[in-house]
């Protein structure tokens, strides 16, 4: 097998001029891999800066309710609020041993955006982020957020101004800057190394959850449901349980409005996406007959996406992953009980994992031991949730804080 294939899927297409940045930097991670002194930094770092171990909650009070144990492994307390923290430090301690001192990045919502912003703080590194003009505009609050962090915030205004525009011109930037500077990807996508260096830094949540599951029932789980976006935390959680044949593994993607509808990002588990190479890699991307992308729809911003990991599709497409898709609705329904019941706030991404379990509990036989992954925490979903609930306190909230600007304004 070629290098950064996964069965069919991966490999690197990129432009000549790249090719000897990305020789170096998959030499460089692979030194780092074999050399047991890098991954003990990175725990330590995340020990320190990011609360790593995060807690494996029980579940108790919808555990009581569905008659099977349910455990939550609380990505959602890392630094920034999400399992991004996890590949932004990693990467950052790459870029340190490779003495590369300017990080670049894109983002769409914002999340991983202010993920690196934070890790380029930190570490003493310059930070550009690439952001859709249509971005930069809906987002404001994490835009604010990384220019208060140091980060530079380029608004990318060509295309259709979102984030596929964005990726273009980070790529754009590297060309020119690669001595210095590294890309830094925000999921298990793309050429190679990247989506199996993501992986290994998100593999710290399936090492984490195993050891915790083991602890807690003393034996493995019957059922992993993770959210997948580009796949990056489900990758992460798989990690911990892919040689043990009896978990079933389970990836929840965005139904959007219902598979029917033609409004999601589900790539693998509606048979909508066709296999592709784009962005530097082959996978399943949602395109049509010609191989023009797809518009994307999900209420979740980050899992938005036309492109999956190719790791991801390599173990659906050979049947060690099952692929699910949660509607809008569903994933309202499932974000307001876990509320409700465990007083968890629940990022909408997180959200379609644990609608996807809600949906199959009262199915599983009741010796079952489930754990979701909670890949982040809510807060920064605060506006799009309100309003899909159509509070009504919130709508008057938002008429009175729109007439004060005004006035101020005046
Ligand atoms: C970005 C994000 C995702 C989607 O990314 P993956 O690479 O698929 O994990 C999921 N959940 C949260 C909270 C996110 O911020």
Redesign the pocket.
């Known amino acids: 097998m070629q290098t950064g294939y996964f069965g069919e899927f991966g490999g690197a297409f990129i432009p000549e001029i790249l090719h000897e940045t990305f020789r170096r930097l998959t030499e460089a991670y692979e030194a780092a891999r074999a050399d047991p002194a890098f991954w003990n930094e990175y725990l330590r770092l995340m020990e320190n800066y990011s609360g790593r171990p995060t807690p494996l909650t029980f579940a108790g009070n919808l555990s009581r309710q569905f008659g099977r144990r349910v455990y939550i492994k609380r990505e959602d307390l890392n630094q920034t609020g999400?399992?991004?923290a996890n590949n932004v430090m990693g990467q950052g301690l790459l870029m340190r041993r490779m003495g590369k001192t300017r990080a670049i990045a894109e983002t769409g919502a914002g999340?991983?955006g202010m993920a690196c912003a934070t890790m380029a703080a930190r570490m003493g590194f310059e930070c550009v982020i690439y952001m859709g003009a249509e971005d930069v505009e809906r987002q404001r609050s994490n835009v604010f957020w990384m220019e208060r962090l140091g980060a530079t915030v380029v608004p990318v205004t060509s295309g259709s101004r979102t984030l596929k525009d964005a990726v273009n011109e980070a790529m754009r930037d590297w060309v020119g800057s690669m001595d210095h500077t590294h890309y830094v990807l925000g999921?298990?996508c793309g050429a190679h190394p990247f989506p199996e260096m993501v992986s290994w830094f998100q593999s710290i949540i399936g090492l984490e959850a195993r050891k915790q599951i083991l602890e807690a029932e003393g034996r493995l789980p019957t059922h992993v449901y993770a959210?997948?976006?580009?796949?990056?935390?489900?990758m992460g959680i798989f990690q911990g349980f892919l040689d043990d044949p009896d978990v079933t593994l389970v990836g929840v993607e965005a139904g959007g409005k219902g598979l029917a509808s033609g409004h999601h990002a589900s790539r693998l588990a509606s048979g909508s996406g066709a296999i592709g190479v784009a962005q530097g890699y082959k996978t399943f991307f949602l395109q049509n007959d010609d191989g023009q992308m797809l518009d994307t729809h999900s209420v979740a911003a980050?899992?938005d996406y036309v492109g999956v990991s190719p790791i991801l599709a390599h173990l659906h497409a050979s049947g060690r992953i099952r692929c699910e898709a949660a509607t809008d609705r569903e994933v309202l329904d499932a974000l307001q009980r876990l509320m409700r019941q465990e007083g968890l706030i629940p990022?909408l991404?997180?959200s379609h994992a644990v609608a996807q379990a809600f949906k199959e509990l009262p199915t599983l036989p009741p010796e079952a031991v489930v754990i979701i992954n909670l890949?982040?925490r809510g807060d920064k979903d605060i506006f799009t949730i309100a309003d899909a609930l159509e509070d009504p306190g919130w709508r008057r909230y938002i008429r009175k804080k729109a007439a004060d600007y005004s006035v101020n304004e005046a």
Do not use: I, M
Request: with cysteine; charged share 10%; glycine share 22%.
């Open positions: 999400a399992h991004k999340q991983h999921t298990a959210c997948v976006g580009g796949g990056s935390n489900a980050g899992l990022a991404e997180s890949s982040g």
